[in-house]
Antibody, heavy 125, light 106 residues
């Protein structure tokens, strides 16, 4: 069964960093890209970026460009998100999601087909 | 950034109703649109990708259509488990963006 299992809830103080893990099972992390998406309380989903599971290349949303780092450990089949300089507005549920793709006519499109259960990060003094 | 605007934001409906949700993009996104369902406290669940392709395991009462900048998600006969929030998502360009959601409630 393909699934993504995330690490547990975190409570951090402003200015601190947080690292969230996402372990893939039922498939090889190196065969797919992995997205990170967050959702603040009562807000829409917000895409943070993705990491290529094979070569480790990353693409970050400019909203997080200077504060976020995605890494992966293929031997552990696990990906990581690290967010630094935390502020109260970073309080959210953080999700990892597997990228998959298909042809739409002659165009290759992608989509997020498997999601982790989410990790709640609370930033509070 | 491509803005996605969903309408309505809230939809009151009953079991058995046919409901249609709309997603408008601020520019042409071709076929790069997906729909997700999210229930409270849960991760989003992929329903449709490529505008109209049903994800494996998703009931056939869900369907998607549209092109360019206007897209719809239709539920042909609403079931009790369909009361949830629905998000559209564009993968045409970076940053990937989501609509604000449509909450389908009783």
């Amino acid at each position: 069964q393909v699934q993504l299992v995330q690490s547990g809830a975190e409570v951090k103080k402003p200015g601190a960093s947080v690292k969230v893990s996402c372990e893939a099972s039922g498939y090889s992390l190196s065969g797919h890209a992995l997205h990170w998406v967050r959702q603040a309380p009562g807000q829409r989903l917000e895409w943070m970026g993705w990491i290529n599971g094979g070569n480790g290349n990353t693409k970050y949303s400019q909203n997080f460009q200077d504060r976020v780092t995605f890494t992966r450990d293929t031997s552990a089949n696990t990906a990581y998100l690290e967010l630094s300089s935390l502020r109260s507005e970073d309080t959210a549920v953080y999700y990892c999601a597997r990228d998959n793709n298909a042809f739409w006519g002659a165009i290759l499109i992608d989509y997020m087909d498997v999601w982790g259960e989410g990790t709640t990060v609370t930033v509070s003094s | 950034d491509i803005q996605l605007t969903q309408s309505p934001s809230f939809l009151s409906a009953s079991v058995g109703d046919r409901v249609t949700l709309t997603c408008r993009a601020s520019q042409d996104i071709s076929g790069h649109l997906a729909w997700y369902q999210q229930k409270p406290g849960k991760a989003p669940n992929l329903l449709i990708y490529g505008v109209s392709t049903l994800q494996s395991g998703v009931p056939s009462r869900f369907s998607g259509s549209g092109s360019g900048t206007e897209f719809t998600l239709t539920i042909s006969s609403l079931q009790p488990e369909d009361f949830a929030t629905y998000y559209c998502h564009q993968i045409q360009s970076y940053p990937r963006t989501f609509g604000q959601g449509t909450k389908v409630e009783v």
